[in-house]
């Protein structure tokens, strides 16, 4: 997806005129977060503030400062009846005419956004690898794609995607940021169980998932013990992956159902527990 800055500015330099819409505030059941924009130019539209009349309402809002030249507006709706939808919420939209230091401003705000974003590291560039890459390149995730073999990437990454070709896994593991997610499915059963073990070290993975069967995860666990390390970590590890997987061994259903794991472990910051990274790895 395009990022809002880059649209305004192609715009703007193809002397397209544009407004900036912004949800300032949003209290109650609402369809977009505070922060959430759109642009609004004269036959074209980029992101999105909720669909539906709330967002009707900003576009002809919009069209009619292209026309009168106005600057700036303020919309503050509530979301009954009146605007047909039923969310119950109340919305204050921010309504811009958009230059360049609008520009500068999405930039930056798109900065902070991706700053913000969860580490996910994904091992392994093998079918169900590169199926992954391709279904969580659009997701609100900082995507690390790591593996040894050159040849197993394919020739154009995902856009957003950063490939790392290593022969030590282990390493941009350690060097992970605390609440990382880690996905583990390299082309080796024994890697596997180096990695998985490594994050579950750490103590401060917001997700641990392998690939595999329940009889692989049975045979980690005792591999796991058998080195002498916490059993307790191993409640934070999922594997198999894909909770809701019925049968369906395709790449793609994989994928996606992974992302909704990932997802919502990621928005449960209590999964990640606060030992700093090392502690109780003995």
Same mark, same amino acid.
């Given at each position: %997806?395009?990022?809002? !800055?880059?649209?305004? !500015?192609?715009?703007?330099?193809?002397?397209?005129?544009a407004?900036?819409?912004?949800v300032?505030?949003?209290?109650? !059941?609402t369809?977009?977060?505070?922060? @959430?924009? %759109?642009?609004?130019?004269r036959?074209?539209?980029a992101?999105?503030?909720?669909?539906?009349?709330?967002?009707?309402?900003?576009?002809?809002?919009?069209?009619?400062?292209?026309?009168?030249?106005?600057? $700036?507006?303020?919309?503050?709706?509530?979301l009954?009846?009146?605007t047909?939808?039923?969310?119950g919420?109340h919305?204050?939209?921010?309504?811009e005419?958009?230059?360049?230091?609008?520009?500068?401003?999405?930039?930056?705000?798109?900065r902070?956004?991706?700053?913000?974003r969860?580490?996910?590291?994904?091992?392994?560039?093998?079918?169900?690898g590169?199926? %992954?890459?391709?279904?969580?390149? &659009?997701? &609100?995730l900082r995507?690390?794609?790591?593996?040894?073999?050159?040849?197993?990437?394919?020739?154009?990454i995902?856009?957003?995607?950063?490939?790392?070709?290593?022969?030590?896994?282990?390493? &941009?593991?350690? /060097?992970?940021?605390?609440?990382?997610?880690?996905?583990?499915?390299t *082309?080796? *059963? $024994?890697?596997?169980f180096?990695?998985?073990?490594?994050?579950?070290?750490?103590?401060?993975?917001?997700?641990?998932? %392998?690939? /595999?069967?329940?009889?692989?995860?049975?045979?980690?666990?005792?591999?796991?013990?058998?080195?002498?390390r916490?059993?307790?970590?191993?409640?934070?590890?999922?594997?198999?992956?894909?909770?809701?997987?019925?049968?369906?061994?395709?790449?793609?259903?994989?994928?996606?159902?992974?992302?909704?794991?990932?997802?919502?472990?990621? @928005?449960? &910051?209590s999964?990640?527990?606060? !030992?700093?990274?090392?502690?109780?790895?003995?």
């Amino acid at each position: %997806m395009t990022a809002l !800055s880059t649209t305004l !500015s192609n715009w703007l330099t193809q002397g397209a005129p544009a407004i900036l819409v912004t949800v300032a505030e949003a209290r109650g !059941s609402t369809p977009r977060e505070e922060g @959430a924009g %759109m642009l609004v130019g004269r036959e074209a539209c980029a992101g999105t503030v909720g669909g539906g009349r709330l967002e009707w309402t900003a576009i002809a809002a919009a069209r009619r400062m292209l026309e009168d030249g106005s600057v $700036a507006e303020t919309l503050d709706l509530a979301l009954g009846p009146a605007t047909g939808q039923c969310c119950g919420g109340h919305v204050v939209l921010r309504l811009e005419r958009a230059d360049g230091g609008t520009v500068a401003a999405l930039q930056e705000r798109e900065r902070r956004a991706l700053d913000a974003r969860p580490t996910l590291l994904l091992f392994g560039a093998g079918h169900v690898g590169r199926a %992954m890459a391709t279904a969580f390149a &659009p997701l &609100p995730l900082r995507l690390r794609w790591i593996d040894g073999r050159a040849q197993e990437f394919p020739e154009t990454i995902p856009a957003g995607v950063e490939r790392i070709l290593t022969e030590s896994p282990l390493d &941009p593991l350690a /060097g992970a940021p605390p609440g990382a997610g880690y996905l583990v499915l390299t *082309h080796s *059963h $024994a890697l596997d169980f180096e990695i998985a073990e490594a994050a579950l070290r750490r103590g401060d993975a917001a997700y641990v998932g %392998m690939i /595999g069967s329940a009889t692989k995860r049975a045979k980690f666990e005792r591999w796991f013990r058998a080195r002498g390390r916490d059993a307790g970590a191993l409640e934070r590890l999922t594997c198999p992956i894909g909770a809701a997987l019925t049968g369906d061994k395709r790449p793609e259903v994989i994928a996606a159902l992974v992302a909704a794991e990932l997802l919502v472990a990621f @928005a449960v &910051p209590s999964r990640v527990s606060l !030992s700093p990274p090392g502690r109780g790895s003995g």
